[in-house]
């Protein structure tokens, strides 16, 4: 599954960028910070003024200086789509584990190594992860893999494994802090045992157990808000000449709650919010947890005033997907130990099945694979064809102007 999915998802993303249906924004200027860095100058790259700048003016991505090494394989643009590819697919290898970890004493007669493959081809079939996927190339589509990993070492205490993940996580992007945040700080907790019986003693006992607690998800869950606050208030305002983020605009501080939540009722984030949980089988409901730990980016996604983010068809779904398949997983391992203390029979199979039946349906009403309802494969025009030609005539060292759909070739 995993090939598969990232041949095929390899191939429709060169596709379209073959067709001309990718842009200055974002691969162009991603592919030339990419292709800079490789030459020893990193995150480099052409603003449309003409200006030369570097990614720190709107994002902090230093994972693109290691991926950049793609190109010493590949020095072509299509490299990055490749990677991409197949980053994403290898999210399922993750996913496959942590699902036969959670469901594993649950299971009779193997039937927890399908249940694996089903919850991996659940993440491979999720519409808004294959959207992300085919909207150009993005630091945030290294994140599922990373976040999915970073969940699955820290569930086993395997720290030394967690911390490399933890530190590449961090590296992706600055708002990925706040995932790494709220899984180091879960991981640093989890062993903690709250009861609202002796309230009164218990913020004596929870710095107690601090004492105790694991160090690396400790450490890791302060530096995660350290680099987070580095990154936003103090290099991107030092590099960008508006002296903050271009992005804090799509978002209004508001001192009226009712008001914030109202937001999160409108039609569209309730379909954004819809789209996921179909995806995810509509079990995730049932692990609110793992819905928490994802919260950050869900919330930022859904208040956003920019349409794009609570679109589910752009890359801003790619850091929260894991998060529904992690809840997809811990729900169908929760109602089936629901169902077996009523004594019905069967229900393992039952609920993963019906879970992974929802979001293959949904996958075939939204997804991007030939089997999707609306699937259309990009075609190549002979107009298309004639630009091999004439870029052939440019010479290498030339300085180009150019229109968006061109700048990426």
């Not at 961090?170 to 640093?188: H, P, Q, R, S, W």
């Not at 089988?281 to 869900?298: A, E, N, T």
């Not at 494969?377 to 010479?395: D, G, M, V, Y």
Request: charged share 10%; aromatic share 14%.
């Amino acid at each position: 599954m995993i090939l598969a999915y990232g041949i095929y998802f390899s191939a429709y993303s060169i596709q379209r960028h073959r067709a001309f249906l990718t842009n200055a924004s974002d691969l162009g200027q991603i592919d030339q910070a990419l292709w800079n860095s490789s030459q020893g100058r990193p995150l480099e790259f052409t603003r449309r003024t003409g200006e030369q700048s570097i990614r720190l003016t709107d994002h902090v991505e230093p994972i693109f200086i290691p991926a950049s090494l793609v190109f010493l394989a590949y020095d072509n643009v299509e490299a990055l789509l490749i990677l991409q590819s197949f980053v994403i697919a290898l999210g399922a290898l993750p996913v496959f584990w942590i699902a036969r970890q959670r469901l594993g004493a649950k299971a009779k007669n193997g039937h927890v190594e399908l249940a694996g493959v089903l919850f991996a081809a659940m993440y491979l079939l999720f519409p808004a992860l294959q959207a992300a996927n085919l909207a150009e190339f993005h630091a945030v589509t290294f994140a599922p893999l990373l976040v999915l990993l970073l969940y699955h070492f820290g569930a086993n205490k395997n720290w030394g494994r967690f911390a490399l993940a933890a530190f590449l996580t961090l590296m992706i992007k600055e708002e990925i802090a706040l995932l790494v945040f709220m899984l180091a700080g879960y991981f640093t907790i989890s062993d903690f045992r709250f009861s609202l019986s002796d309230g009164r003693n218990l913020p004596k006992r929870f710095f107690n157990y601090l004492k105790t607690a694991p160090r690396v998800p400790l450490v890791f869950a302060a530096l995660a808000l350290f680099w987070f606050a580095l990154t936003m208030f103090v290099i991107i305002p030092q590099f960008n000449a508006a002296g903050k983020s271009p992005y804090t605009c799509r978002y209004v501080v508001s001192e009226d709650c009712r008001q914030v939540v109202r937001g999160l009722f409108l039609q569209e984030r309730l379909t954004y919010l819809f789209q996921l949980l179909a995806s995810s089988g509509f079990v995730s409901l049932l692990d609110p947890v793992s819905l928490l730990l994802g919260s950050p980016l869900i919330l930022a996604n859904a208040l956003s005033n920019y349409p794009a983010q609570y679109s589910g068809t752009f890359h801003y779904a790619a850091p929260v997907a894991p998060y529904f398949i992690l809840a997809a997983i811990g729900g169908s391992a929760w109602l089936i130990q629901k169902l077996r203390a009523r004594n019905i029979q069967r229900a393992f199979g039952f609920v993963v099945g019906a879970a992974f039946a929802i979001a293959f349906a949904y996958h075939l009403y939204a997804g991007y694979t030939p089997i999707a309802r609306a699937f259309a494969f990009p075609t190549i025009t002979a107009h298309n064809e004639l630009f091999a030609r004439f870029a052939q005539q440019i010479p290498r060292g030339a300085k180009v102007a150019t229109t968006p759909a061109l700048h990426p070739h």
